[in-house]
């Protein structure tokens, strides 16, 4: 069964801003380039990377809730017609700079409404609905799991905190392999090791 992480706020908080100092490192002109493993550009997974931090915002921010969907917002963003469509895109002339501060401006609206939410609100995912704690812990995974897709590309490396990364397995991935090492656990269950490269995994984000 899924715990509750116990510094849900504090968690995301820190992880944004280690993920933000990390893409720093990336230059100007390296956004076009594809993020390892993904079929989007760099600067396409740093926006959905935004969008799951303030899709998952939205989930709480608001006292009615959505029952069984996202905030009903129309994807405005569609930079190549057979691309995805985005809430959030870093304009295109403001380099890494424009990148790293959109999102360390989406992630804080996480944190905010993280710390914010009461206990008993709850938002919508198809793989359970979540509570406060919960959507942290998918902001968390989407970040920190796409972060290395973009790094990876440019050869620069990457290691989240394993604190975090632990509590994050086990809120959504109570049942993954536990190897000691957290990174490669949550790697693994999302199918970005060799051994589990291409296998369908889905987390439990559902509030217990």
Partial sequence: MPISLPQPAVDVRDTV??????????????????????????????????????????????????????????????????????????????????????LDAVGGLLVAVVAAAPADRIGWHPYGNPDATGLAAMGIAETTLHTRDILTAHGIDYRPDDAIVARVLDRIFPAAARTGDAWHDLLAATGRTPETKGITWRWDSAAH
């Fill in 17 to 102: 801003r280690d993920v933000v100092d990390r893409l720093s490192l990336v230059p100007d002109d390296g956004w076009a380039r594809p993020a390892a493993g993904l079929d989007w550009s760099c600067r396409e997974t740093v926006a959905h990377m935004m969008d799951d931090l303030g899709g998952y915002a939205m989930q709480l921010s608001g006292e009615r809730g959505h029952g069984d969907s996202y905030t009903p917002l129309v994807e405005g963003i569609r930079p190549r017609a057979d691309g995805p469509s985005f809430l959030f895109w870093p304009e295109e002339d403001g380099g890494t700079r424009a990148i790293c501060e959109s």
